[in-house]
């Protein structure tokens, strides 16, 4: 359903496994290259003793631009054409729930962009914390929009409006303001602005597109993601009502679905470009984060008749010489010594 750059099957034969690279502390880190991930990719792509070219996907929590967009980037970033085909990102399953709601606040990412992929997805009524505030500024006192945000904003009539759920579709640049709408929405009766519940019960539902309480940037320290955001928004649902939010789920990785999504998309991947039907016999799954990328590589992998195969490497969120809450079946220096070890142990 994604729109496939003009890329040309390979006809060679085609290995019985495939890679799977979690992109934040593997293939990037606080936007710049790692250093190995270029090489890597030479490698899958065929520089390797066999001269096979072995397929892979990119399964990422992260997100804030269109899939293509985003493979844009990533083509130039990591030196090879990055199909749509071949990337999943957190909101990408969000896609599927354009049908179910018809107004919807979506929220996160930078200025208005995730309107766009909310929009791409077949959304039909998109409301952005942007619109709330310019239709009554008084919404968010310690923030006024830039002429910019205000132009790209829709002023709305809010005794009119119900939003019927919230998509979080990208990490929040503005923790304290979107969350002053989101609690107020949860709150709300029906998803109506200015108004409060007495059961607690009438708010809208809210979706994130993962749940990393951590990430690996370009800092020393790991730094705080959209899972602490749900933290601290739930917490403060419960403190104020007293009960917990029961209509918060999150999408991404470490949940069975996103894994059971990229089997699709890696068996159609693997189909269109190089001619081989059906799922490889394993999967190496590179990530950096135990929690995410390993728990839900393990658990996976106990679902299906497949290997998933997870490598933990040590380039981002883990600490090297720690012990990782869950164990990875191998740790790796690097993304490049991670696809090494899987084409060895295939061969
Ligand atoms: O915001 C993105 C970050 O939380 C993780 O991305 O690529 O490590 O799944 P990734
Ligand atoms: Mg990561």
């Given at each position: 359903c994604y729109p496939s750059p003009n890329v040309s099957p390979v006809t060679k034969v085609v290995p019985d496994f495939a890679f799977a690279f979690d992109i934040d502390?593997?293939?990037?880190k606080g936007g710049e290259v790692i250093p190995e991930a270029v090489e890597a990719l030479k490698v899958l792509n065929g520089k390797n003793q066999f001269g096979i070219d072995i397929p892979y996907i990119f399964v990422t929590?992260?997100?804030?631009?269109?899939e293509a967009e985003r493979c844009q980037d990533l083509s130039k970033q990591l030196e090879t054409v990055v199909s749509p085909d071949q990337f999943i990102c957190g909101h990408s399953p969000m896609r599927e729930m354009a049908d179910v709601y018809g107004t919807v606040l979506v929220v996160g990412g930078e200025g208005e962009k995730c309107r766009d992929v909310a929009k791409t997805y077949g959304f039909k009524n998109i409301v952005t914390p942007g619109d709330l505030m310019k239709s009554?500024?008084?919404?968010?006192?310690f923030r006024k929009l830039k002429d910019s945000e205000h132009n790209s904003c829709k002023e709305l009539d809010l005794e009119e409006l119900e939003i019927e759920a919230i998509f979080v579709?990208?990490?929040?640049?503005h923790w304290g303001d979107d969350a002053q709408i989101i609690l107020e929405l949860l709150m709300s009766k029906n998803g109506r602005m200015g108004t409060v519940s007495e059961?607690?019960?009438e708010g809208p539902p809210i979706y994130w597109s993962h749940n990393d309480v951590v990430w690996a940037t370009n800092y020393e320290l790991n730094r705080y993601g959209m899972g602490a955001f749900r933290v601290f928004v739930e917490s403060m649902y419960k403190h104020q009502t007293?009960?917990?939010?029961?209509t918060s789920t999150a999408f991404g990785k470490p949940q069975i679905g996103t894994y059971q999504f990229a089997t699709r998309v890696l068996e159609q991947w693997r189909e269109s470009r190089f001619g081989a039907k059906g799922a490889p016999k394993t999967v190496y799954f590179v990530g950096d984060t135990y929690e995410i990328d390993i728990k839900g590589t393990n658990e996976y992998h106990e679902t299906v008749d497949e290997e998933w195969y997870s490598i933990l490497v040590e380039t981002g969120v883990y600490a090297p010489g720690s012990v990782p809450a869950h164990e990875p079946r191998q740790i790796a220096k690097n993304v490049l010594d991670a696809v090494l070890h899987g084409i060895k142990r295939s061969h």
């Open positions: 502390g593997v293939l990037l929590n992260g997100g804030g631009k269109t009554n500024p008084a919404v968010t006192p579709f990208a990490d929040s640049r059961t607690f019960e007293g009960k917990d939010l029961k």
